[in-house]
């Protein structure tokens, strides 16, 4: 069973960051290296929304091409993990953010944030206040 577990969460100041991880066990049809990677966060009261994603190539997607650079998404294929981190938060980040992937290897492609994903994260609640 394919599972993903985010850490990285907790309480911070505006204008603070936060380096959000998830590290993915179970696949075993390809090696981790095969698997796209997304982020989502929900806010409180809100959609869940597409944070980033990164496809088996290394090609980014998501807010970090246009949310002035706050967003940087990697990946550590050997340790199996991929981490989001977020600079200059700001309140509106106040979410439980998620990693989420499927069972067959793809590119995040254009509807990266909209495909209903395989398996999913139990979630980091991330708090921006001061």
């Known amino acids: 069973q394919v599972q993903l577990v985010e850490s990285g969460g907790g309480l911070v100041q505006p204008g603070g960051s936060l380096t959000l991880s998830c590290k993915v066990s179970?696949?075993?049809?390809?090696?981790?290296?095969?698997?796209?990677i997304a982020w989502f966060r929900q806010a409180p009261g809100k959609e869940r929304e597409g944070v980033s994603c990164?496809?088996?190539?290394?090609?980014?997607?998501g807010v970090e091409d246009s949310d002035k650079g706050r967003f940087a998404i990697s990946r550590d294929n050997r340790k199996s993990t991929v981490d989001l981190q977020i600079n200059n938060l700001e309140p509106e980040d106040t979410a439980v953010y998620y990693c989420?992937?499927?069972?067959?290897?793809?590119?995040?492609?254009?509807?990266?944030?909209?495909?209903?994903?395989?398996?999913w994260g139990q979630g980091t609640l991330v708090t921006v206040s001061s």
């Open positions: 179970g696949f075993t049809q390809y090696t981790f290296d095969y698997y796209t």
């Open positions: 990164i496809s088996n190539d290394g090609t980014r997607v």
């Open positions: 989420a992937t499927d069972l067959v290897p793809h590119l995040c492609g254009s509807a990266w944030s909209t495909r209903p994903y395989d398996f």
